[in-house]
C-alpha cells in the first residue's frame, strides 16, 4: 500500500505551544499548538470569535502570555486592514518612521518601487486610493526587512478588482523577500492563491489544517485548488452548492 510521504516542513520561526487566552469567560485560545517555518506563508481562517485577532495581537505582542508559551522572532512587522498612515508626513516620510538611520530616505523609496508607488513617494496619506494606501503600509513593513510579517485581512475593505491586483502583489513579494507570512484572512480563495499552509480555527483550537502543495502561480479552475476550496469550506461550515 502506497504511503503518502511525510510533509518537511523548514525550521520554525515562530512556535506556539500550549497558549491560552481567556476573558473572564470560555477560553479564546484554548491550548493552541502551532509554528510557522522560516519562509513559509500561512493562511489562517475561521468564523467571528474563533480566535484569530487575539492570536495575532499575542504574536505582534500586544497582549500578554499568561498561559503557555510563545516564541516569536524580534523583528517583526504587521499590517492592518487600516493602513493607518499619518495624514501629516509625506508617504514615504511614513514608510521610513522610525528607521533612524541615514539612509532611511533611500531605504524607504526603494520599498516604495517594489509596491508600484516610486511615481506617489512625495504625496500626503490623504490623497491616495485605499489601494495605494495598503500598498504603503506593505511597504512600510517590508523596508524593516523582517523575519515574520503579519497580514491582519489587508484586503477585506478593497473593491474586487484591486484585491485581485494586490494579492498577485503580495505573492510576488513573498517570494522575493521569503519572510515567514501569517495571513489572518475570511476568503478562502485567497489563501490558497497565497499560502503554503491553511489553518482554520475554531473555538480557539486548530479545526483543520491542509497543506497547499500547487504550482505558482494558482489557477482557481484547477481541480486541486477546487478540491481545497471544498474541505476549507467544510472546515468554516459553508454549505456549497451542490452540482
Given at each position: ?36 517555518g522560516?519562509?513559509?506563508?500561512v ?59 541615514r ?30 494606501a495598503?500598498?504603503a ?35 510576488e ?60 469550506l ?10
Amino acid at each position: 500500500m502506497h504511503r503518502p510521504e511525510p510533509v518537511i516542513r523548514p525550521e520554525p520561526v515562530i512556535r506556539i505551544e500550549g497558549l491560552t487566552r481567556r476573558f473572564g469567560g470560555p477560553a479564546v485560545l484554548d491550548a493552541l499548538d502551532l509554528s510557522v517555518g522560516r519562509g513559509e506563508f500561512v493562511a489562517l481562517l475561521g468564523r467571528s470569535g474563533s480566535g484569530k485577532t487575539t492570536l495575532l495581537r499575542t504574536l505582534a505582542g500586544l497582549d500578554d502570555v499568561t498561559e503557555g508559551r510563545v516564541q516569536v522572532p524580534g523583528d517583526v512587522a504587521v499590517v492592518f486592514q487600516e493602513s493607518r498612515l499619518l495624514p501629516w508626513k509625506r508617504v514615504w516620510q511614513n514608510v521610513g518612521l522610525g528607521l533612524g538611520a541615514r539612509d532611511a530616505k533611500d531605504r524607504a523609496i526603494a520599498a516604495l518601487g517594489e509596491v508600484g508607488l516610486d511615481h506617489r513617494v512625495d504625496a500626503w496619506p490623504l490623497t491616495l486610493s485605499g489601494g495605494e494606501a495598503q500598498r504603503a503600509g506593505i511597504a512600510r513593513a517590508l523596508v524593516r526587512e523582517p523575519q515574520f510579517l503579519m497580514l491582519d485581512e489587508p484586503f477585506a475593505s478593497l473593491d474586487a478588482l484591486t484585491r485581485l491586483k494586490m494579492q498577485a502583489m503580495v505573492g510576488e513579494l513573498w517570494q522575493r523577500h521569503r519572510c515567514a507570512v501569517l495571513l489572518v484572512t475570511h476568503d478562502v480563495d485567497e489563501a490558497l492563491l497565497l499560502a503554503d499552509r491553511a489553518v482554520v480555527l475554531e473555538h480557539g483550537r486548530i479545526r483543520t489544517e491542509v497543506d497547499i502543495d500547487l504550482p505558482r502561480p494558482r489557477r482557481h479552475a484547477d481541480a486541486e485548488f477546487n478540491r481545497l476550496r471544498g474541505v476549507l469550506l467544510d472546515a468554516l461550515g459553508v454549505e456549497q452548492a451542490s452540482h
